[in-house]
């Protein structure tokens, strides 16, 4: 199963270091990133499951990022918890009317955080938490480690079935060469990109099994998509 990916913007270190402590002992993938430019653009490259940021990082202010990624159509959805010393009215009204999910006002215990990440992910991706995908004709049990397509079980590699896991979690959205290898991966791990290729024709190959209809789009200049229907 591929975990959650959360990113977690906050310039207070000792924070930083506590939060992404507490998210990985829950088995959530963890990047923190101290500044609100840094954040910008590691977000233009790749989204995350959820955003929990501070109001008052340096460079790009939390509220004013927030502001920035409900414009853009690849993360106006994106779930954002909101940390802030700043606790009256107003400012709790600012935050979530710029687009916060969720606001925490600081200082705040470790297992109400995490309780309010474990919501908010239940509430706004749901399709992260639970055990079992279903995408068109396409069923995978993350728990068994199966996969059915019209009830017929299809026999996986463990790197196309974190492939397909993945894809299933995002259907229709597209994906770059590079994005699938960070997110299949691991950024830590270096592939030649045309690896990516040989698996998708893999799983490709594998679901379709040369008599059912593609679900695997294959964008030019772009990357691949898992079909919706």
């Given amino acids: 199963m591929i975990a959650p990916r959360i990113m977690v913007v906050e310039d207070e270190e000792p924070l930083g270091v506590l939060l992404r402590y507490n998210l990985e002992s829950e088995g959530y993938q963890v990047e923190v990133v101290t500044r609100g430019d840094e954040a910008e653009i590691r977000l233009q490259e790749n989204v995350p499951d959820l955003l929990v940021l501070d109001w008052m990082v340096p460079a790009v202010s939390g509220i004013e990022l927030c502001r920035r990624l409900r414009v853009r159509p ?26 916060a999910d969720d606001y925490l006002v600081k200082p705040f215990s470790t297992p109400e955080f995490m309780a309010r990440v474990k919501a908010l992910l ?20 993350r728990e068994s480690h199966r996969v059915y397509r019209k009830k017929s079980e299809i026999r996986l590699g463990p790197t196309e079935f974190r492939l397909l896991e993945f894809m299933m979690r995002h259907p229709g959205r597209v994906f770059s060469r590079s994005q699938l ?7 830590t791990i270096y592939i030649d990109e045309r690896t990516v290729d040989v698996h998708v024709g893999r799983l490709r190959k594998a679901v379709n099994n040369g008599r059912m209809p593609d679900v695997i789009r294959t964008i030019r200049g772009a990357g691949y998509a898992i079909r919706e229907d």
Avoid: C
């Fill in 74 to 99: 690849e993360t106006e959805r994106l779930p954002i918890i909101m940390l802030t010393a700043r606790g009256e009215e107003s400012d709790r009204v600012r935050g979530l009317s710029t687009g």
């Fill in 122 to 141: 239940r509430r706004a991706k749901p399709e992260v938490l639970s055990s079992v995908l279903k995408v068109g004709d396409i069923v995978l049990d």
């Fill in 181 to 187: 290898l960070d997110n299949v991966w691991g950024e």
